[in-house]
């Protein structure tokens, strides 16, 4: 027979939620880090040796000065011993679906499968640092759920939903068996996937862009010109027309957020421009012309630092041609960017392979061929973070990003040494991450023990 206790117990439950989950709300923890140096993601000299104190997921208080906390507490108190407290990294061009598998392998596959391997992934891309993926395309919703709840560590996940494209433009990734399609017939499997749509028309851009708005989309990613990865889509096509584009601009603004589009050469970037793109996506073959357009307009790059043809090293030698052509503008999109002063983000499009993924920290520490280290380290933190709020009141996370100051969210590593003056650090972070926290949660800390 059920005892009165139980059933009052299940009440409570009832009424107020688990009582076991309330013992392990994490909502008012209190973590302090004493004795470490400031990297605050905005300038490029450490701060002189200071306390920080995290309340739930929040930066509360900063200071030279001692501060007391109460030990009775949930506290955790982390002594840093000097070293460099800094905002946790952000990819600005991530696809989490697609970061292991090949494309055949995604095209092929049950997508139970995708979905565990981007959960694998999802935790290394944590475990690296990045505590922050704009995820540009791939069907990530139901990932950026999971780890929202707990159910696995990963980033914070802003997702653009399926890439939409037209027929043949990139992410079109029907063989051409497939064609011609029947209109109103059945959808390919990259758009079973929810990877992307294809639309031909402002009124079939307007039902996709809605579509994926209505799925949590953060931002929306259309492909305005040919791309390395399709295999019917030259690099010099400009893909949408400009209706087409204004339609989807349109969409996302009635929604309060914004398109970005994949364009590598100047007549794509002008006509996404043109049309009220905010983030040029790549643009590794833009000309000066387009630099200083983009600077007057205030749009956004958000760039890559491909240096070799890896990238495209599971794909064929039509990609991988593709891909050398991207290489050459690598040098030149950069000192572009830096000569006009345009708003640059970091994002490193790491796709189809394990092993690339584990050179994502390398990838920033390459930013020192173009950027000091501090330089590199403020565009994959506070710029990545004034670029994320783009997304307004579609944000998923609102509130401040990359940046270490009271009231920021906290988003934390601490890293062996300086990496504003050595950036080399980052790309081991294994050895020199001793710390890695996301949303005032702890997931590696090798400094001390819980108290
Ligand atoms: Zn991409």
Do not use: C
């Not at 952000?90 to 092929?108: E, K």
């Not at 996404?272 to 590794?284: L, T």
């Amino acid at each position: 027979m059920l005892s009165n206790k139980f059933l009052f117990w299940v009440a409570l439950n009832l009424f107020f939620g688990p009582l076991s989950a309330n013992a392990q709300d994490t909502s008012r923890a209190v973590t302090l880090f004493n004795n470490v140096r400031i990297f605050d993601g905005r300038s490029p000299a450490l701060s002189v040796p200071s306390n920080v104190l995290i309340r739930g997921n929040i930066i509360e208080r900063i200071s030279g000065e001692p501060i007391a906390v109460d030990r009775s507490a949930d506290a955790r108190i982390i002594d840093g011993g000097g070293r460099t407290l800094m905002p946790g990294l952000s990819d600005m061009h991530w696809h989490a679906m697609l970061v292991r598998p090949t494309p055949a392998t995604v095209l092929g596959s049950d997508i139970g499968y995708t979905n565990l391997l981007a959960g694998a992934e999802a935790t290394a891309t944590l475990m690296r640092g990045f505590t922050t993926v704009r995820d540009m395309g791939g069907p990530s919703f139901g990932l950026k759920r999971a780890i929202d709840e707990g159910a696995l560590s990963g980033p914070r996940i802003y997702p653009s939903g399926a890439v939409i494209t037209i027929t043949s433009g990139h992410g079109d990734f029907r063989p051409l068996s497939d064609l011609p399609r029947t209109l109103g017939g059945m959808r390919s499997r990259i758009e079973q996937l929810g990877g992307a749509m294809i639309a031909d028309s402002p009124d079939e851009v307007r039902l996709r862009v809605r579509e994926q708005l209505m799925q949590g989309a953060s931002q929306i990613k259309l492909t305005a010109g040919g791309g390395v990865a399709s295999p019917f889509s030259p690099l010099d096509v400009s893909t949408f027309t400009e209706a087409e584009l204004r339609a989807a601009v349109e969409a996302a603004e009635n929604w309060g957020t914004y398109v970005a589009t994949h364009a590598y050469m100047p007549a794509s970037i002008r006509r996404s421009i043109a049309a009220g793109v905010k983030v040029i996506e790549h643009g590794h073959l833009m000309d000066e012309a387009t630099a200083r357009l983009m600077a007057e307009r205030g749009t956004w790059l958000s760039t890559q630092p491909f240096l070799d043809l890896s990238p495209a090293a599971a794909l064929g030698p039509q990609e991988q041609e593709k891909m050398r052509q991207v290489v050459t503008g690598t040098d030149r999109v950069y000192m572009l960017a830096k000569k006009y002063n345009i708003k640059t983000a970091f994002g490193t499009d790491i796709l189809f392979s394990r092993a690339l993924a584990e050179r994502q920290g390398q990838m920033l520490a390459s930013m020192s061929r173009w950027y000091s280290p501090a330089e590199a380290l403020i565009m994959a933190t506070s710029k990545n973070g004034e670029l994320l709020g783009l997304s307004g009141q579609r944000n998923p996370y609102p509130g401040k990003l990359g940046v270490v100051e009271e009231g920021a969210l906290a988003d934390l590593l601490v890293v062996n040494g300086n990496p504003a003056g050595s950036i080399g650090l980052v790309a081991e972070p294994d050895r020199n991450l001793v710390v890695i926290m996301k949303d005032g949660k702890l997931y590696k800390n090798t400094m001390s023990k819980p108290n």
